[in-house]
């Protein structure tokens, strides 16, 4: 479940023009909506601003692998423990692609590869809810574009080759079987 502000006007405020940043993404937030102390958390109300959210607690952002460990070894499901709070548009796709990450377990050898897996798990649940989030065609290029940049820089960065084509609207949507099959 993913919640955003509300403007005063009541209409759903959410800024979709913020660039894609492989840092720790502001005003991203998993709000914990079931008890989980066995979980790193803060404060929500630190990270998710004009939410109305007072005493809730969060999953500290730093504590995204925790979750995933404590995840798997509790055989527990993020959902029913966490939401996402995200007012714009690279915390949504980092959110999403930390919740693809809480369910790829494993050793985290390969960091390149698993991420490519987040990312594109994220741009396919994005692509799937555009509607739903108030997003158009354009954004979805951008975001996937930017996206892209930031994979390749992680393959560089272990010395492999960046063959990745996902990075690719078609490929998405194909992804997404809303292509028709060549
Ligand atoms: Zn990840």
Redesign the pocket.
């Known amino acids: 479940m993913w919640g955003r502000p509300t403007s005063a006007a009541g209409v759903a405020a959410f800024d979709t023009t913020t660039p894609m940043d492989g840092g720790n993404p502001a005003r991203m937030v998993f709000v914990m909506h079931a008890e989980c102390t066995f979980l790193p958390r803060e404060l929500a109300s630190l990270h998710a601003l004009g939410m109305g959210l007072k005493d809730e607690w969060a999953l500290a952002p730093y504590g ?1 692998d925790d979750a995933t460990d404590a995840f798997y070894e509790r055989h527990l499901t993020p959902k029913d423990y966490l939401w996402l709070s995200a007012d714009n548009l690279n915390a949504l796709v980092w959110g999403l ?2 919740w ?2 809480f369910h ?1 377990h494993g050793a985290f050898e390969e960091r390149a590869m ?2 490519l897996q ?1 990312d594109v798990s994220a741009l396919v649940w994005l692509t799937l809810n555009k509607e739903a989030i108030g997003i158009d065609d354009a954004d979805i290029e951008r975001v996937i574009l930017e996206m892209k940049e930031i994979s390749k820089g992680r393959f560089e960065g272990e010395g492999k080759p960046f063959t990745a084509p996902y990075f690719d609207r078609a490929e998405i949507d194909r992804l997404l079987g809303y292509a028709s099959p060549a």
């Open positions: 995204i692609h930390d693809a990450h790829n698993t991420e987040c």
